[in-house]
């Protein structure tokens, strides 16, 4: 089984850019077809975006559609979610996980995130 781990959080301003990757140990994340997630305080984790096991084929939602973009190296073993006009209510935890199918975690295995926080 794979152990997530994410990186590049921080904190950004209004209309500024991050880019999170995210990297597995134990099983490598070619394997799987990939996504991001989110978690706002207090709410449900969310699904962000997702891409097939070539890269071929992504998908967002329809509130981050245009502004982020993932993409993966499976031969570095990295998935990575490419934030640009980011908003404040982009603020939220960004976790990675595998998909089972569409937008759904494939498992509750999920790693300690990454925090990103866009100040106005």
């Known amino acids: 089984q794979a152990q997530w781990v994410e990186s590049g959080g921080g904190l950004a301003q209004a209309g500024g850019r991050l880019r999170l990757s995210c990297t597995s140990s134990?099983?490598?994340?070619?394997?799987?077809?990939m996504g991001w997630f989110r978690q706002f305080p207090g709410k449900e984790r969310e699904f962000v975006a997702g891409?097939?096991?070539?890269?071929?084929?992504?998908d967002t939602i329809d509130s981050v559609k245009g502004r982020f973009f993932i993409s993966r190296d499976n031969a570095a073993n990295r998935l990575d979610l490419h934030m640009n006009d980011l908003k404040p209510e982009d603020t939220a935890v960004y976790y990675c996980n595998a998909l089972q199918n569409g937008q759904t975690p494939l498992n509750d295995n999920w790693g300690q995130g990454t925090q990103v926080t866009v100040s106005s």
């Open positions: 891409i097939n096991w070539s890269g071929g084929t992504t």
């Open positions: 134990g099983r490598k994340l070619s394997v799987y077809r």
